[in-house]
Every structure is written in C-alpha cells, then in structure tokens.
C-alpha cells in the first residue's frame, strides 16, 4: 500500500500542477513581446546572418501612418507556405509566434528534419498587417486596438476605441454579404471590398506567389473563439474541403491548450461569410486557408490573450513543435 508521505507528496504534486499556469493578461506589453519599432532591424539581421535561408522585402505600407508591411522569406523550397502572424492590432500573440518562428527554424538549421522541411518549403512569414495598430498597442497606447486607424467617423482625429476598418472584414470575397457597416463597430467592413492598403498590400502579394497553404493567426479578447481552428466558409464539403479538414484536425491534434489539459480542436459548424483572408485567398486564390486563434483560457473562463513571459515562452515552444510536425505531415 502508498504510505502516507506518498500520496501527500503525489496530492501536492496535483496542486502545484493545478497552481503552475494561473494565467492572467498583462499589459504594458513585456519585452518578452516582439516591438514593430526594432522588427526592421531584426528581420534585417536575420536576413543578414543566413542570407542562403532567409530574405525579406517590404510588400505594402499601412492606411494610416504608411508604415512598411515585411515579409520574412524563410527556407529555399518550392512549396509556398504564407503565415500571417496579425491583423487585429492587439492580438500580438501572433507577431510573437511568427518572429519565434523565423528565428527557431535557422537556429535549428543544422538539425536533420528541419534541414529537409527548410529543402522543400519557402515559409512567407509576415508578422503583422496591421503595424499602425500593433505600434499602439506595443506602445501603451491602448490595451485593446483591433481595427486599423483610418478615421472612420471623419471627425479629423483618431479615436483610439471606434476608428478605423476590421481588416479581416475587408477582403473582396463575400464582402457585400457582410452586414457590418457600422463605422464605429469593433468589425467595421469598410466602404469598399480592399478598400484598405493593408489589405491591398496581402491580396497583391498573394497573387505573386503560389501559395498551397495560408495560415492566419489570431487571439480572442472574449476568449469564446480560443484555442481553435477556423476553415473557410463553403457550400459543400467537396474533395479538397475534406482534405483541408484533415489537415486542420491534424495541427489542432499537436496543439496543447495552454491552461487545460486536451488540445486545440477544429471548428467543424457553419463558418462566416464575410470578407476574411481566409475566405479570399480559399474562393479568391486556390489556396488552402485556415485561422488558428491561439489566445488560451484560464481557469476562471478567462481569455489570456497578452500572457506574462514565462507562459508566452512555453506556447511558443509547443507552438514550434506542433507547426513542424505540420510541414512534416504535409509532405506525407
Ligand atoms: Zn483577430
């Protein structure tokens, strides 16, 4: 039988497991997260110290304050993956996770199976679309700055909580659907399909390369879209919508949730029909596409959208791990 020392020890192990991740938002950001101010330098300094494995360029400028859009080019295979670490300015997660990614994947260059993901694939890591926003944010301007910060109510300044355009509700397709015209609405469409530059920016860019997959990362304030995966909106699940299905099921599989045990699951119901990137590069671009939310949710229901540094280094570990054995299952 278990001595008493035994399971007291093995019943303060539980509770210290239960006690490890409380989880909370912090805010001013670290400097754990990654800064749209030093990004230019960085992604210049990984271009420069692997120049065979890494380039980048600029593909567009921001609506407002014309800030450069970068896109890291990582690997020298022919197959074209796009990742979008951001378009919702203060869901910053993503930016960290693409940085941490461009970073980790010529760090470990040398390592046998990365070697051969970096051979077969050119990763098109863009961080953020939305560097007026992320500034904000990044800056202490604003905890919560989603939209970009075109003066949508026309009053001649930037009203931090209501101004500007969702820019994953101004891609061209099923844009006349969406109802959200609004100019003060936190999902605000805009007045035109890719009225936006940054949207402009993507769709231009998306139609240079051949993409076989778009990834769009993202975070949900309420946390009720957390830690999912979202495909795109269809009519019927044909050949090729199956197929994206398996392969979303499968990285919800390798993703743990961050507070609770389980992982990631694929969001199977009716998905929106809206102007969102997934929609547009999926209808518009032929290329597979899916929105993988990565905020997590504590133990009080809470979503941990801007978690403290030691918890953010842990999802992007598990992050790092789940996204290679991705690449690795498509060449299956
Ligand atoms: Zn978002």
Excluded at 87 to 108: C, I, K, N, P
Aim: charged share 25%.
């Amino acid at each position: 039988m278990f001595s008493p020392r035994l399971i007291y020890i093995f019943l303060m192990l539980i509770l210290l497991n239960a006690c490890a991740h409380p989880g909370f938002n912090q805010y001013p950001l670290s400097k754990g997260y990654p800064n749209y101010r030093i990004l230019p330098q960085e992604i210049s300094n990984l271009s420069h110290t692997n120049p065979e494995l890494i380039r980048h360029r600029i593909i567009g400028f921001s609506q407002e304050e014309k800030l450069p859009i970068y896109v890291i080019e990582v690997g020298s295979g022919e197959r074209n993956i796009l990742l979008i670490g951001q378009h919702h300015g203060d869901e910053v997660l993503g930016t960290a996770l693409t940085m941490h990614l461009s970073r980790r994947l010529v760090q470990r260059k040398k390592e046998e199976r990365v070697a051969k993901l970096l051979d077969e694939y050119t990763l098109w890591i863009i961080p953020s679309i939305n560097p007026d926003a992320w500034q904000m944010v990044v800056d202490g301007a604003a905890r919560i700055k989603r939209k970009n910060n075109r003066d949508t109510d026309a009053n001649g300044k930037l009203d931090v909580r209501t101004d500007g355009v969702d820019l994953n509700r101004n891609y061209p397709i099923f844009w006349d659907l969406d109802q959200e015209t609004n100019v003060l609405s936190p999902f605000y469409k805009g007045t035109a399909p890719a009225s936006e530059a940054e949207v402009q920016a993507v769709i231009s860019f998306g139609r240079k390369v051949d993409f076989e997959l778009a990834i769009f990362y993202h975070s949900s304030a309420t946390g009720s879209l957390n830690e999912k995966i979202f495909l795109p909106a269809v009519q019927n699940r044909d050949e090729r919508f199956e197929r994206l299905e398996e392969i979303a099921d499968f990285y919800a599989k390798q993703l743990p949730r961050d507070y609770f045990k389980g992982s990631y699951t694929l969001h199977r119901g009716l998905s929106s029909k809206v102007g969102n990137a997934r929609n547009f590069f999926y209808h518009g671009l032929e290329t597979d596409a899916m929105l993988v939310e990565i905020g997590g949710i504590n133990k009080d229901g809470r979503s941990i959208i801007h978690p403290p540094d030691k918890i953010l280094r842990k999802i992007l570990k598990r992050q790092e791990k789940a996204f290679i054995n991705l690449l690795e299952y498509l060449l299956r």
